[in-house]
């Protein structure tokens, strides 16, 4: 498989529980933050995103919220399944303006989920 | 069939040979990116495009240059391979939605090694 999990902060779940799999951003002025899973073998696979109008925004199984003050982003997966397993990348775009858009990427969590 | 597609998966080659990996997609996006992922290190910016006439620098593009030979195409050039740009190479395309960013979708990558 491929080696982006070396080195990476792992998160051990036990099936059907719920995991949380948190994110410190770096720009306050961010605009627009996206999760995302990497399985072995693949590209980036996009989860869920969330505008910094919103603290909260809910998808299927899925909740991103998203705390400006301290500027933490987590992704909560409820009833987590073994096909669950991935590293999952927070993103964030560090340039906010009309006609621009960069995303600058976390070094990523791997989640193992024990059956 | 891959919405965002990458060509080569894997590439073996040597020291001071040039290399193109090429990335097309069916999304009918204008934005596309190159990134390359190492250990570690997470996804990092090598070039974007905004349209066909619309070239972009990003974190680290010293060594990389790209063409942009349609919307849908968008291809990445390593004129003089070096063994330190071994790595994962994605390609990504987002579409704009009014004056909103839309989330950044990848292909499955390329392996490039260097030897």
């Known amino acids: 498989g491929e080696s982006v999990g070396l080195h990476l902060p792992t998160l051990s779940v036990q099936e059907g529980d719920n995991s949380i799999i948190n994110c410190a951003y770096s720009?306050?002025?961010?605009?627009?933050f996206i999760w995302y899973k990497q399985e072995s073998g693949k590209g980036p696979q996009f989860i869920i995103d969330?505008?910094?109008?919103?603290d909260k925004r809910q998808g299927q199984r899925v909740t991103v919220l998203l705390n400006k003050t301290v500027k933490h982003l987590s992704l909560q997966i409820a009833a987590t399944q073994p096909g669950d397993s991935a590293v999952y990348f927070c993103?964030?775009?560090?340039?906010?303006?009309?006609?621009?858009?960069?995303?600058?990427f976390g070094k990523g969590t791997k989640l193992s989920v024990i059956p | 069939d891959a919405d965002v597609t990458q060509t080569p998966r894997n590439r073996i080659t040597k020291t001071g040979k040039r290399i193109m990996l090429e990335c097309s997609q069916t999304?009918?996006?204008?934005?596309m990116y190159w990134y390359r992922q190492d250990p570690g290190l997470g996804l990092r910016l090598i070039y974007y495009?905004?349209?066909?006439?619309?070239?972009n620098k990003g974190e680290i593009s010293d060594g990389y240059s790209v063409s942009r030979q349609a919307q849908a195409k968008f291809s990445l050039s390593l004129e003089s391979a070096i063994p330190n740009q071994t790595a994962l190479y994605f390609c990504?395309?987002?579409?704009?939605?009014?004056?909103?960013?839309?989330?950044?979708?990848f292909g499955d990558g390329t392996r490039l090694s260097i030897l």
């Open positions: 999304k009918g996006h204008d934005r």
């Open positions: 969330i505008r910094s109008n919103m």
């Open positions: 720009n306050s002025a961010s605009d627009y």
């Open positions: 993103a964030e775009n560090t340039s906010p303006g009309a006609g621009s858009y960069q995303l600058t």
């Open positions: 495009s905004f349209d066909v006439k619309d070239i």
């Open positions: 990504a395309t987002s579409g704009t939605g009014g004056y909103s960013n839309q989330p950044q979708h």
